[in-house]
């Protein structure tokens, strides 16, 4: 039995040895130390012994019982850092290698100015409120004096949901629902999304946007609008911004004024770019319609309030001689680039 011992501890240290694998390791500890094991089957066996001789074979066998569970400690950690090793061969990384760009976009024409108009109107004490898309026709049309039969709604047909719900035409139903909520003073400006049934072509979009302004307190006359929007217009295209106001008509200002530019690029001489008028038109304004206010519950006796509306495509194009509307929602990043 001792010979058995030794031969079994010397075949399991060679075993062990060319294990290459916890798998393997683990077969090992079954072949051996398990309950029909090769160690534990000469324990079995022990009862067959004399009382002097089953002392000295139970010690040799627990020291070789134990040399093996140390032998597989060690091996184990052995093929683990052997294992972390080849990893970390396989993964170097060369740092002197050049690195992979990361190609960042641009923020979108569109965007990027809309955040410097935001930035001259919370300027001025503006704050910025949003409204649905999808709005009621009351909202829409009905509350800013654009009855059922009134021939605005023609030049702004739009989707309808159902009879009384459309997608808004214009960011100026966000007047109505700021003055339903907030008594004066109120003065915000609200950007999104407006929709109206055109074709696309080169100047009409069936989506397009709109930055509304409102102002509502005691004794806000036309000057307060004419100081507001040239301070505004200059901010944003030049201090040497010459300004037109040139009377105009909307249903929910009264009166009202459509805004011009004299042409930053032929200054008033007419160029391609103002389509040989010397001015380009960037804005409608007026004053807010005393119906519009008592609709909205404010008293037009106590209040009064300016309004103003821009398409925010018609200023980005503009301001960098973009002739076409659709370049901006096809994504093409040749034109996106150039901003
Ligand atoms: N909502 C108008 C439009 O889409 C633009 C407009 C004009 C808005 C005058 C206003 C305003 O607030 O006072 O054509």
């Not at 134990?66 to 091996?75: D, M, P, T, Y």
């Amino acid at each position: 039995m001792k010979q058995e011992l030794e031969a079994i501890r010397l075949k399991a240290e060679q075993d062990l040895n060319a294990a290459e694998s916890q798998q393997a390791l683990e077969a090992l500890r079954v072949q051996y130390l398990g309950k029909k094991g090769e160690v534990t089957a000469i324990l079995k066996k022990m009862g067959g012994l004399s009382p002097e001789e089953r002392p000295v074979i139970g010690q040799l066998a627990n020291e070789v019982r134990a040399f093996i569970e140390g032998e597989l400690v060690k091996r184990a950690s052995e093929l683990k850092q052997a294992e972390l090793e080849k990893r970390l061969q396989a993964e170097k990384i060369d740092v002197t290698m050049p690195g992979k760009r990361h190609e960042l976009g641009t923020q979108h024409p569109l965007s990027a100015v809309l955040e410097e108009i935001k930035e001259i109107f919370i300027g001025m004490g503006f704050d910025i409120v949003e409204g649905p898309e999808v709005e009621y026709d009351y909202y829409n049309f009905e509350a800013l004096n654009i009855p059922k039969d009134h021939p605005a709604r023609d030049t702004q047909d739009t989707f309808y949901i159902n009879d009384n719900i459309v997608l808004r035409t214009q960011t100026s139903p966000v007047q109505v629902r700021v003055m339903e909520k907030q008594k004066p003073p109120i003065r915000v400006i609200s950007p999104g999304r407006v929709y109206r049934s055109d074709a696309l072509d080169a100047t009409h979009s069936p989506l397009f946007h709109q930055i509304e302004g409102l102002v509502v307190d005691k004794g806000i006359s036309f000057a307060d609008l004419k100081g507001t929007l040239e301070t505004f217009i200059k901010r944003l295209y030049g201090e040497d911004s010459v300004v037109r106001f040139r009377p105009h008509h909307f249903p929910f200002t009264e009166p009202s004024a459509e805004v011009d530019v004299q042409c930053f690029n032929c200054h008033g001489e007419g160029c391609r770019l103002c389509k040989g008028e010397g001015w380009i038109e960037i804005l409608g304004c007026g004053m807010v319609h005393p119906k519009v206010l008592s609709n909205c519950g404010i008293d037009p006796e106590v209040y009064s309030g300016f309004a103003l509306g821009m398409g925010l495509e018609r200023v980005v194009m503009r301001r960098y001689a973009i002739d076409d509307i659709r370049m901006f929602y096809e994504n093409d990043v040749r034109f996106l680039k150039q901003f």
